[in-house]
């Protein structure tokens, strides 16, 4: 049984961090694209972040530049998202995502329907 579980969330101020991490069980990581969705009620998912699995090149939503960063670690099969400078509208919940040998332009990265494995989500909250 393939599982992802992330781990992370929690109510944060304004300006401030918080890294989130996603553990996959049931599969090799280092052979999975990895990727963070968020969806905030009333809302569509929407990417967030995701790091490819040949060269860990990384690819981001516009918005999250220079404030979010994707990482992982293969041998602990799991996958962070630092986020800095959180803002408000960051809230929602962050869902983790793999894709078995995912690869291709980096529009590819962004769509739900390309990830095989999804977690249940983390809850993220930033108050004003």
């Known amino acids: 049984q393939v599982t992802l579980v992330e781990s992370g969330g929690q109510l944060v101020q304004a300006g401030g961090s918080l890294r989130l991490s996603c553990v996959l069980s049931?599969?090799?990581?280092?052979?999975?694209?990895m990727a963070w969705f968020r969806q905030s009620p009333g809302k569509e998912r929407e990417f967030v972040a995701a790091?490819?699995?040949?060269?860990?090149?990384?690819h981001y939503e516009d918005s999250n530049k220079g404030r979010f960063t994707i990482s992982r670690d293969n041998a602990k099969s799991t996958v962070f998202l630092e986020m800095v400078n959180l803002k408000p509208e960051d809230t929602a919940d962050y869902y983790c995502?793999?894709?078995?040998?995912?690869?291709?332009?980096?529009?590819?990265?962004?769509?739900?329907?390309?990830?095989?494995?999804w977690g249940q989500g983390t809850q993220v909250t930033v108050s004003s």
């Open positions: 049931g599969e090799d990581m280092s052979t999975h694209a």
């Open positions: 995502a793999a894709s078995f040998r995912l690869s291709g332009r980096a529009e590819v990265f962004r769509r739900t329907e390309v990830y095989d494995y």
């Open positions: 790091v490819e699995w040949k060269s860990d090149n990384a």
